[in-house]
């Protein structure tokens, strides 16, 4: 089960990376459609486990995503790698990240919004955990549907879980 490698918003395209991509962020190369200060140290991070995947012949459309606004890449968002389907519900961990510039425009509940719709598509939950410190990440979970509050993962991040709209849920 793939995602389309384009997911496109009202103000946004969120655009998987591509290998040649992936090799600029690890490189520290710049290209002219980013950001200045993107990629963030996230997306070099980032960057290692989407090679790990590529080199093992593994589907990239659950991996990091450009978030375009006007032709510019100012952040990223992914998933930690695609569901397992043979469990009864699948379920992925989303991250996100802004540069700067772009936070407090409603940029990442929007793009947040946009892979959700996908997700939802498929039956697949998403989880995302964010630091107890983070209230601008946590409004952008709370408004987008991140009601199921898990507890703390091993590094004291809160964890939340969006339940599955009826409509999507598995039979």
């Keep these: 089960m793939s995602l389309p490698t384009t997911i496109s918003t009202s103000r946004l395209t969120l655009v998987v990376w591509t290998r040649g991509e992936v090799a600029d962020i690890r490189a520290g190369h710049r290209r002219p459609e980013w950001h200045p200060d ?15 995947r590529a080199n093992a012949g593994k589907d990239l459309s659950w991996g990091p995503r450009h978030i375009v606004r006007e032709g510019v890449a100012v952040g990223s968002i992914g998933f930690f790698g695609p ?29 947040l919004q946009g892979v959700l ?27 987008c549907g991140f009601t199921d509050l898990r507890g703390t993962d091993e590094e004291g991040n809160l964890v939340f879980a969006r339940p599955l709209p009826a409509a999507a849920r598995r039979p």
Aim: charged content about 30%; cysteine-free; aromatic content about 2%.
């Design 117 to 143: 719709a996908e997700t939802d598509a498929r039956g697949v939950r998403v989880r995302a955990s964010v630091e107890p410190t983070n209230a601008p990440s946590i409004k952008v979970l709370a408004k």
């Design 83 to 111: 569901p397992d389907d043979d469990v009864e519900q699948p379920e992925v961990e989303v991250g996100y990240g802004l540069v700067e510039d772009a936070r407090g425009l409603g940029l990442a509940t929007e793009a």
């Design 38 to 52: 993107y990629p963030r140290q996230d997306d070099v991070d980032a960057a290692g486990l989407v090679i790990a």
